[in-house]
């Protein structure tokens, strides 16, 4: 079967026409790949865009798991802080109320005529009594504030009175009125305290 070609293709050596043909082959592949290089870009920047937001979430729900954590322990803190000031201080009421007890014993023995024979064995029980009771409440935090010769201090002391004591410093505890408490560092009640007072300045003689 023969084949009719025009003049120009006549025209064109095999050999030239093998290489547009090839050239145009080329171009054609080119176009292909450029189309698929495009398309893997397009996709690569849509796997990327994908992978930030992803790793975004991640982020955020890590955040959001660290701070439920925090916020778990600060409870699992406060909760431990009130269960032991619970313990520490749920004597606090029943404390109180022994103290008056405890200042009756004493005042009584400080009255207690000790050179009578007859009352000395009362005095004694007395004595044991309340040694057995302060020995007691000591074993539950609860500690006399018995502050005599010590400076005044305004969180564990009640200044009753003020006196001016020759070498005394000011602000010294010269006498103890009654007895303070505190329970596990507590004060539950104050000391009642004497305080001395600074000595007044003698008067300049402005005749000399």
Request: aromatic share 2%; no cysteine; proline share 4%.
């Amino acid at each position: 079967m023969g084949v009719n070609m025009s003049s120009e293709q006549k025209d064109i050596a095999p050999d030239e026409q093998a290489v547009n043909e090839a050239v145009e082959q080329e171009v054609e592949a080119q176009a292909v790949e450029g189309e698929i290089v495009s398309e893997e870009a397009s996709r690569i920047a849509e796997l990327e865009a994908k992978l930030a937001a992803a790793e975004d979430k991640i982020a955020d729900q890590k955040d959001s798991v660290v701070r439920a954590a925090a916020e778990i322990d600060n409870m699992r803190r406060r909760s431990a802080q009130d269960v032991e000031k619970a313990h520490k201080f749920a004597l606090d009421k029943f404390a109180a109320e022994l103290l008056p007890v405890i200042d009756n014993m004493e005042l009584a023995l400080s009255h207690a005529d000790r050179e009578d024979e007859a009352l000395k064995p009362m005095i004694e029980g007395v004595e044991l009594t309340l040694k057995s009771m302060l020995s007691s409440v000591e074993k539950f935090g609860v500690l006399a504030i018995d502050p005599k010769d010590e400076s005044f201090d305004p969180d564990k002391h009640q200044a009753m009175s003020m006196q001016e004591v020759p070498g005394v410093p000011a602000n010294t505890v010269i006498a103890v009125m009654q007895k303070g408490y505190e329970l596990n560092g507590r004060v539950i009640r104050p000391a009642m305290v004497m305080v001395s007072k600074a000595s007044a300045e003698p008067a300049v003689d402005t005749k000399a």
